[in-house]
Every structure is written in C-alpha cells, then in structure tokens.
C-alpha cells in the first residue's frame, strides 16, 4: 500500500516536498517513482529512484526543480518540488515496482505499464 502526503496550494517559484508512505512489502526490493496527472492528459512520469537510492531519474520537464530521494529505514520516498510553476499543477502519483536487489538503473522503469502499485495521489496546485 502507497499512501501520498504533503500536496497542497504554493504559489509560483515556492517548494514542496511530497511523502509516499509504503506498507506491505520489503520496500528495500522496490523501484519507487512519481508520476503526475491532469484532466484529460495521460499520466506522466517525473522520477524514479533504485532499490537502493544509488541511481535515480528525472525527465526533462522538471530536472534541476524536482529531486527523488527515498529512506529505506523509513519505508518512505520523497518528491522535493522547488522553482515550482503553475504547469506543475496536477495530482501527484507514488508507484512502486518490485524489482529485487537489481543492478538495472533506475531510468530504465518510466512507464506507467511498468509500475504495479499506485498510490491515492496527492493534488498540487502552484498559483501564478
């Protein structure tokens, strides 16, 4: 079970950090990412990070702005939004893949298909 937290209203070129909370498994043996959504468009991949936070990936749109990072002891990912805009506005997603102790990089996981577990998802609205 993923559940999101820390989305809220910020205004343009504030920061946020999101939580995804895991439960369940080993989230040691987990690929983690976030993805994003709004009405009518396809959901989007922003960032994933390895079983073991050594590697991680950002797409384009945010890299620089947002950092994926994660805590194993805690069983929880992070989302760390800065320079947001007010085209980042959307629901945020937590999902998780099973991967074992893999030496696969992290950007090879960006797909919605390739992610198993979802969160609730999280809303984010950055006010111009």
């Known amino acids: 079970q993923l559940v999101e937290s820390g989305g809220g209203l910020v205004q343009a070129g504030g920061s946020v950090r999101l939580s995804c909370a895991a439960s369940?498994?080993?989230?040691?043996?987990?690929?983690m990412a976030w993805f994003r959504q709004v009405p009518g468009k396809e959901r989007e991949f922003i960032a994933s990070?390895?079983?073991?936070?050594?590697?991680?990936y950002h797409s384009d749109s945010v890299k620089g702005r947002f950092t994926i990072s994660r805590d194993n002891a805690e069983n929880t990912v992070y989302l760390q939004m800065n320079s947001l805009k007010p085209e980042d506005t959307a629901v945020y997603y937590c999902?998780?893949?099973?991967?074992?102790?893999?030496?696969?990089?992290?950007?090879?996981?960006?797909?919605?298909?390739?992610?198993?577990?979802w969160g609730q998802g999280t809303q984010v609205t950055v006010s111009s």
């Open positions: 369940g498994g080993t989230f040691r043996n987990y690929c």
């Open positions: 999902a998780a893949r099973e991967t074992g102790r893999t030496l696969i990089g992290a950007n090879y996981y960006r797909r919605v298909s390739d992610f198993g577990s």
């Open positions: 990070i390895k079983w073991s936070g050594s590697d991680t």
